[in-house]
């Protein structure tokens, strides 16, 4: 069972963090996209500018 939820934890990581990396162009951010892109859940979490920003990139 704890695997099970290891795995499907890095699967969302790893979705999350693709669809944002593919559509960084997308956001207002200039910054470090590896760091934005790495750091994706908890600035999500902690950051309402970045979650909209987040959500921009998800889209399309």
């Given at each position: 069972?704890g695997?099970?939820?290891?795995?499907?934890?890095?699967?969302?990581?790893?979705?999350?963090?693709?669809?944002?990396?593919?559509?960084?162009?997308?956001?207002?951010f200039?910054?470090?996209?590896?760091?934005?892109?790495?750091?994706?859940?908890?600035?999500?979490?902690?950051?309402?500018?970045?979650?909209?920003?987040?959500?921009?990139?998800?889209?399309?």
């Amino acid at each position: 069972m704890g695997t099970l939820l290891l795995l499907v934890g890095l699967g969302i990581y790893g979705w999350g963090a693709v669809k944002f990396w593919s559509g960084f162009r997308r956001t207002n951010f200039n910054g470090n996209r590896l760091m934005l892109t790495g750091l994706w859940p908890l600035l999500v979490i902690a950051n309402r500018s970045y979650r909209q920003n987040f959500q921009k990139a998800l889209k399309g």
